[in-house]
């Protein structure tokens, strides 16, 4: 199994405050590091290793994402969130109940999560999860559409909530510009690259 951490433990790329390409309204949004794909034109190469990069609890990510008043949900995006499912489903678990709404991109179609060769704890992911886009992707089905929730043509966005289907409204090929108290600074969008300090940041 890609991911062996306990699961009150998850191995992450990035994190990031106040998002607007990543779901609707402002949002936290994880990154995950770790992903099998390794999809041509993949937006994060450097999550693509399972080895440990920021290692940290549950509680802290919990306790990040409610510390931002603004926030309105949280959006798990790596790498690959459902290698990591039985973690991100506490952590989506917890802040729903503190009233955020949750979401995540998934390189597997809803299809594979819910079969017999899910990664361990995906259904308990999704029965968390408010909305899901799912699906790998598909460099030739890139959409390049600044009013597009997806990034390429065989992915969907799959809404669990319906009080959130009239709030589809990201847009994936548009950037967003992050930049800290110490100078470094992300990036997060379509054509964005995961990665910090002078590094950026993808979907």
């Known amino acids: 199994m890609p991911n062996d951490l306990p699961a009150n433990q998850l191995n992450l790329m990035g994190y990031v405050n106040r998002s607007e390409v990543n779901g609707p309204g402002k949002r936290a949004v994880v990154w995950v590091q770790g992903c099998l794909r390794e999809c041509p034109g993949c937006f994060n190469p450097a999550s693509w290793p399972f080895e440990p990069n920021q290692v ?15 926030n309105e949900g949280v959006t798990f995006s790596g790498g690959e969130p ?62 390049h559409d600044p009013t597009s929730p997806v990034s390429s043509r065989n992915q969907r966005v799959r809404v669990f909530n319906p009080a959130l289907r009239d709030r589809i409204h990201w847009a994936s090929d548009q950037i967003e510009v992050h930049i800290f108290k110490d100078g470094s600074r992300l990036v997060t969008g379509y054509h964005g690259q995961l990665g910090l300090g002078d590094g950026d940041v993808g979907n």
């Open 82 to 143: 459902f290698w990591q499912a039985p973690a991100l489903a506490t952590v989506a678990y917890r802040v729903k109940a503190a009233g955020l709404n949750t979401m995540s991109f998934s390189g597997f179609t809803l299809g594979e999560l819910q079969g017999p060769d899910a990664p361990p704890g995906a259904q308990q992911l999704l029965d968390q999860l408010d909305i899901l886009v799912d699906g790998p992707f598909v460099e030739s089905l890139a959409t």
């Open 56 to 70: 940290v609890s549950v509680d802290e990510v919990v306790e990040q994402i409610l510390a931002d008043p603004e």
